[in-house]
């Protein structure tokens, strides 16, 4: 119960990592706010882990603010906030359109930034937070056919060191994580691949699960974790370490 009696918002806490934050924060003593734009699934969650469900659509700052304000009336507090709404785009450099390009951008960059603003003075005025932004291994490597997707990520990280640096004497700070490929509803079809199995080529030798990055989630909430901040921690089995190279 390394959570108890902190109050923890998950976006996109309907589905897949997101979800395994919220049971994971749960577990450990939180009351946890399931904040997706997917009302069903997101209730169906919040009951499971006896938390509170609130619509927000992270691309909206009046969404966001709402959110925020609705979370701080209920239970007069915001210590954590997971930035895990996460889209993307997968197609040939020349056919993304601005659309796919806006989409891209909208939430996965401007959202974690949107909900941050709106949660941020609760947190000041408390004098501590944890703000945990949901990355990539996209965030420190191109892919193919996701330019905008690798674009968006790899602002994330950019942002997540500035905001370090802005909140971190309000007792707050602010880390990403970098997820691999993670065996969750994004990923069905990839998973399902019998051809080219992405696990394989991990140092681990196995798919993520999305379990993998609730628990690093959880080490970030925790009170243990103050001299950590401005940083990344990648849960891909080791596969960008595969990718680098020196010189
Ligand atoms: P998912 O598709 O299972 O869940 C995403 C959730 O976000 C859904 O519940 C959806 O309703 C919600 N959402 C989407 N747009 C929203 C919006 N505008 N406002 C509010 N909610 C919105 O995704 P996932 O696989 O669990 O991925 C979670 C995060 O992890 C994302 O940021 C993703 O980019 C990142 N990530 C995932 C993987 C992976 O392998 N699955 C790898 C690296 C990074």
Redesign the pocket.
């Known amino acids: 119960m390394r959570l108890e009696g902190k109050v923890a918002v998950v976006?996109?806490?309907?589905?897949?990592?997101?979800?395994a934050m919220g049971v994971a924060f749960a577990a450990e003593g939180a009351r946890v706010v399931v904040?997706?734009?997917?009302e069903a699934?997101?209730s169906s969650v919040a009951e499971e882990i006896r938390g509170l469900f609130v619509h927000?659509?992270?691309?909206s700052s009046k969404s966001s603010d709402a959110m925020a304000e609705q979370v701080f009336g209920k239970f007069g507090r915001i210590d954590i906030l997971a930035n895990?709404?996460?889209?993307?785009v997968v197609k040939p450099f020349l056919e993304h359109t601005d659309a796919d390009w806006d989409v891209m951008i909208s939430?996965?960059l401007t959202?974690p930034f949107l909900c941050s603003r709106a949660v941020v003075p609760f947190m000041q005025r408390a004098g501590s937070g944890r703000i945990i932004n949901?990355?990539?291994?996209?965030s420190f490597v191109g892919r193919p056919d996701r330019v905008a997707?690798v674009a968006a990520?790899a602002g994330l990280l950019g942002m997540t060191r500035a905001m370090a640096i802005d909140l971190g004497r309000m007792g707050i700070t602010v880390n990403a994580l970098?997820?691999?490929?993670?065996n969750?509803?994004?990923?069905a079809e990839h998973a399902a691949d019998e051809e080219h199995d992405w696990g394989k080529e991990t140092p681990v030798g196995r798919w993520?699960r999305?379990e993998d990055?609730a628990n690093a989630a959880v080490f970030l909430a925790l009170d243990e974790s103050s001299y950590i901040t401005g940083a990344e921690i990648k849960v891909d089995g080791g596969w960008v370490s595969t990718k680098a190279r020196a010189g």
């Open positions: 976006t996109g806490g309907a589905s897949g990592i997101g979800r904040a997706d734009r997917d699934k997101g927000v659509d992270v691309t895990n709404v996460g889209v993307r939430t996965n959202g949901t990355a990539s291994i996209a997707y990520k970098a997820p691999g490929s993670i969750s509803p994004m990923n993520g999305a990055v």
